[in-house]
Nanobody
Framework: QVQLVESGGGLVQAGGSLRLSCAAA????????LGWYRQAPEKQRELVAD???????NYADSVKGRFTISRDDAKNTVYLQMNSLKPEDTAVYYC????????????WGQGTQVTVSS
């Protein structure tokens, strides 16, 4: 089992910044893919960004150039630095860890609310 605990969400004005953190505990297997997803009201959950154990990153087109994902394997933590926030970034943000080789190893955090006011 893996426990993921997100923090750093909140209310910010458009153009502002937030930094999300997600600390993982339990059976952390490597290599893995750490990711941030988000779900806005009445919308499907979507990938925001992910990062592999080797450091390769992947971003949704809507956040490229504004968001940066990073990981600290010594702390079993993944971060999401969000700059130039827009009202359309408002959503619940979820942390995820999964194996690149198996669908069985796939865990989610409880989510943290990010609200961007115009």
């Amino acid at each position: 089992q893996v426990q993921l605990v997100e923090s750093g969400g909140g209310l910010v004005q458009a153009g502002g910044s937030l930094r999300l953190s997600c600390a993982a505990a339990g059976s952390i297997f490597r290599p893995n893919v750490l990711g941030w997803y988000r779900q806005a009201p009445e919308k499907q959950r979507e990938l925001v960004a992910d990062i592999r154990s080797g450091g390769t990153t992947n971003y949704a087109d809507s956040v490229k150039g504004r968001f940066t994902i990073s990981r600290d394997d010594a702390k079993n933590t993944v971060y999401l630095q969000m700059n130039s926030l827009k009202p359309e970034d408002t959503a619940v943000y979820y942390c995820n860890v999964k194996s690149p080789y198996s669908t069985i190893y796939n865990y989610w955090g409880q989510g943290t609310q990010v609200t961007v006011s115009s």
